[in-house]
């Protein structure tokens, strides 16, 4: 009888041991379904849209693997991982070159064995490496509002003038295309890959003209509302803000567009090794990429079966190899002096 | 018997401590777990001198404090605060007399209004302000077709559209203890008021606003704490050019993976804020002796 007699102390005892049943069978729930799966890091937004709904059915229906997604941008998911160590976050990462280059100095991935990849052979090899494989191509130039300008900006210099300069929207060193975006308008100006004095001169002058210094995120929705009308971006921005019935176009600069690849790499102690291959051949399968390429999603493909959009800046990939090109290791020590230094001078 | 003769000696040595102390234990240990424990370790990563956190040093700090420019920003943060909670204030009290003075049925439609913006992500109502403000936004259309102004004015990107955003985003937070503390006022001392002679001008200054600063010092401790830490409606609103702790905080945390730095900046953001907090509740310990 005393066995029914509920007292305070067996109350806790009792409801301590239910909440410790449930976080077990919580986890054996996890671990379960981890034996058909991949934990895969994506970009919030279009990526982690565009995968949900092409990647996820294509790869459970090729190798019968579920995916399952963690929205991170390509910084958090360095984060996350190296403030995880020895317990993985996830087994794929998808980083965009500085933090890729980033997570490779902090030792954050396992080698790539190609042979294990069914499509390896159509990337192009230039952006393959040890430990990385391209699964999306970007290209950076500049966007403007061709209804507000009479002839389309030709160069980045031309963004510090008249009338460009009173309709500009800039951004700083936190992304990669702002990055790269800023070192292209640095070199116009003479500066160079690891001197970008000249671009924040050019910026200090011209400051009290331009129409926004905004936070990356903003920019699409500053364009579309029509206080910048020229900005540095990719062509996926482009084409989705086109999309939405923006009037955007898309200019390559006289001193030739910027082009870098998404790559996505396995992390260092992944759990599900075989899915996270089976995941990434997906990916860069012709099929997966030719439906990532379409409205709304508009990725530049990295497979070479599939034939480009006509109204890409580029008719093959190989015509890529002509694009500007950055070296991250060399742009990534300097970087953190950059944002900083960005902050101070253009900080109201 | 061992059992009660140690809760008789407990309670002879806390003799306020009543038998349902085990109470608090769950809620304790997460805090002890879930903030003391990640406080100390925020405490021990701004303590080192290089990012790999290898070499422990005061370096980080006299970085952050030897540094006019981050003084700057610390002052701008805690006067976008300020600014914020003046505003709010203005705004709340005044929607708190018009409360008063409705019957039941519209204080609670109004209230239902005041909750309303709350169920939004902040983040939508962060974007709406992005077309309301921008130049070709309501205000600047209101503004040019009443001829006001031939350009569109420039509040996007500034601090006063940050300020009038942050205001209406925050405002729910003042309102809400504001009204409870508003809606206690007996009505048979505003009918005291006006019966000895006071107008309704010198009632509401003398009367009312006294009686009401216990919810505007809640109100103001919330969203001076919320509004200073508003980093969606910091960097989308405030743009590039206004820098605030949080947005170095994520720069330093998340962009350059500088953690030592990124843990000075945040401790600074809780001290300044702690800081002002004390000051604002003891103002309000002042103004009721």
């Given at each position: 009888m005393t066995a029914f007699t509920l007292n305070r102390r067996k109350f806790l005892a009792a409801s301590g041991g239910a909440a410790a049943t449930a976080a077990t069978a919580s986890l054996w729930g996890t671990s379960a379904l981890a034996s058909g799966s991949v934990i895969a890091a994506i970009y919030p937004g279009t990526w982690e849209e565009s995968f949900r709904s092409i990647v996820a059915?294509?790869?459970?229906?090729?190798?019968?693997?579920?995916?399952?997604?963690?929205?991170?941008?390509?910084?958090?998911?360095?984060?996350?991982?190296?403030?995880?160590?020895?317990?993985?976050?996830?087994?794929?990462?998808?980083?965009?070159?500085?933090?890729?280059?980033?997570?490779?100095?902090?030792?954050?991935?396992?080698?790539?064995?190609?042979?294990?990849?069914?499509?390896?052979?159509?990337?192009?090899?230039?952006?393959?490496?040890?430990?990385?494989?391209?699964?999306?191509?970007?290209?950076?130039?500049i966007a403007y509002n061709p209804t507000k300008f009479d002839t389309p900006p030709t160069g980045w210099a031309q963004l510090f003038e008249e009338p460009y300069v009173s309709r500009l929207g800039l951004t700083g060193f936190q992304t990669t295309f702002g990055t790269t975006s800023l070192i292209e308008i640095a070199k116009a100006f003479g500066g160079s890959l690891t001197d970008i004095d000249p671009a924040m001169e050019k910026i200090k002058e011209v400051l009290p003209k331009i129409a926004a210094v905004a936070q990356p995120s903003a920019m699409a929705g500053l364009f579309q509302q029509g206080e910048i009308d020229v900005m540095y971006t990719n062509t996926q921005t482009v084409a989705s803000l086109k999309g939405r019935g923006v009037d955007i176009e898309f200019a390559v600069p006289d001193t030739g567009a910027i082009a870098f690849v998404t790559t996505m790499h396995i992390i260092d102690g992944a759990e599900n090794l075989d899915n996270a291959y089976a995941y990434i051949d997906t990916v860069i399968s012709?099929?997966?990429?030719?439906?990532?390429?379409?409205?709304?999603?508009?990725?530049?493909?990295?497979?070479?079966?599939?034939?480009?959009?006509?109204?890409?800046?580029?008719?093959?990939?190989?015509?890529?190899?002509?694009?500007?090109?950055?070296?991250?290791?060399?742009?990534?020590?300097?970087?953190?002096?950059?944002?900083?230094?960005?902050n101070r001078e253009v900080a109201a | 018997m061992s059992l009660t003769a140690t809760q008789g000696e407990g309670a002879r040595r806390l003799p306020r401590l009543s038998g349902d102390w085990p109470l608090i234990v769950p809620m304790g240990l997460l805090f002890i777990g879930f903030f003391c424990g990640p406080l100390v370790l925020l405490l021990w990563v701004?303590?080192?001198?290089?990012?790999?956190?290898?070499?422990?040093?005061?370096?980080?700090?006299?970085?952050?404090?030897?540094?006019?420019?981050?003084?700057?920003?610390?002052?701008?943060?805690?006067?976008?605060?300020?600014?914020?909670?003046?505003?709010?204030?203005?705004?709340?009290?005044?929607?708190?007399?018009?409360?008063?003075?409705?019957?039941?049925?519209?204080?609670?439609?109004?209230?239902?209004?005041?909750?309303?913006?709350?169920?939004?992500?902040?983040?939508?109502r962060t974007f709406a302000w992005i077309v309301i403000l921008g130049?070709?936004?309501?205000?600047?259309?209101?503004?040019?077709?009443?001829?006001?102004?031939?350009?569109?004015?420039?509040?996007?990107?500034?601090?006063?559209?940050?300020?009038?955003?942050?205001?209406?985003?925050?405002?729910?937070?003042?309102?809400?203890?504001?009204?409870?503390?508003?809606?206690?006022?007996?009505?048979?001392?505003?009918?005291?008021?006006?019966a000895l002679g006071a107008s309704r001008w010198r009632t509401m200054f003398r009367v009312?606003?006294?009686?009401?600063?216990?919810?505007?010092?809640?109100?103001?401790?919330?969203?001076?704490?919320?509004?200073?830490?508003?980093?969606?409606?910091?960097?989308?609103?405030?743009?590039?050019?206004?820098?605030?702790?949080?947005?170095?905080?994520?720069?330093?945390?998340?962009?350059?993976?500088?953690?030592?730095?990124?843990?000075?900046?945040?401790?600074?953001?809780?001290?300044?804020?702690?800081?002002?907090?004390?000051?604002?509740?003891?103002?309000?310990?002042?103004?009721?002796?």
């Open positions: 059915p294509a790869l459970q229906e090729a190798a019968g693997v579920t995916v399952e997604f963690d929205p991170a941008y390509a910084v958090d998911q360095i984060a996350k991982a190296r403030a995880a160590r020895a317990l993985p976050p996830f087994d794929v990462f998808v980083l965009d070159p500085g933090p890729a280059a980033t997570g490779a100095e902090m030792g954050l991935y396992q080698p790539i064995d190609t042979s294990k990849l069914k499509n390896a052979d159509k990337l192009p090899q230039v952006f393959v490496s040890e430990m990385a494989i391209p699964v999306a191509a970007q290209v950076v130039g012709a099929g997966v990429q030719e439906a990532l390429m379409q409205e709304p999603y508009n990725f530049i493909p990295v497979n070479s079966d599939v034939p480009l959009l006509d109204t890409l800046p580029m008719t093959s990939l190989d015509a890529m190899n002509d694009f500007v090109r950055h070296d991250w290791t060399q742009i990534n020590p300097l970087r953190p002096g950059w944002i900083e230094r960005f | 701004s303590f080192h001198n290089d990012q790999n956190m290898e070499v422990t040093g005061v370096a980080m700090w006299a970085r952050f404090l030897g540094d006019p420019f981050y003084w700057n920003v610390v002052l701008d943060t805690v006067m976008l605060g300020v600014k914020t909670v003046a505003l709010t204030v203005v705004l709340g009290f005044c929607t708190g007399v018009i409360y008063l003075s409705c019957g039941p049925r519209v204080r609670s439609l109004m209230l239902f209004a005041i909750v309303l913006p709350l169920l939004l992500s902040v983040v939508v130049n070709e936004g309501l205000v600047n259309w209101a503004v040019m077709s009443l001829g006001l102004s031939a350009a569109p004015l420039r509040l996007l990107q500034t601090e006063l559209g940050l300020v009038i955003s942050l205001a209406q985003i925050e405002l729910p937070l003042m309102l809400l203890p504001l009204l409870s503390v508003m809606a206690r006022i007996d009505p048979n001392i505003l009918d005291a008021s006006h009312i606003l006294p009686l009401s600063v216990p919810g505007l010092i809640a109100g103001s401790l919330l969203v001076f704490a919320s509004s200073t830490a508003a980093f969606i409606s910091q960097s989308v609103i405030g743009g590039g050019r206004l820098i605030y702790m949080p947005l170095v905080i994520w720069q330093q945390a998340l962009v350059v993976y500088d953690w030592p730095f990124a843990a000075v900046v945040s401790i600074a953001l809780l001290v300044t804020v702690l800081g002002i907090l004390t000051l604002i509740s003891a103002l309000g310990r002042l103004a009721r002796t």
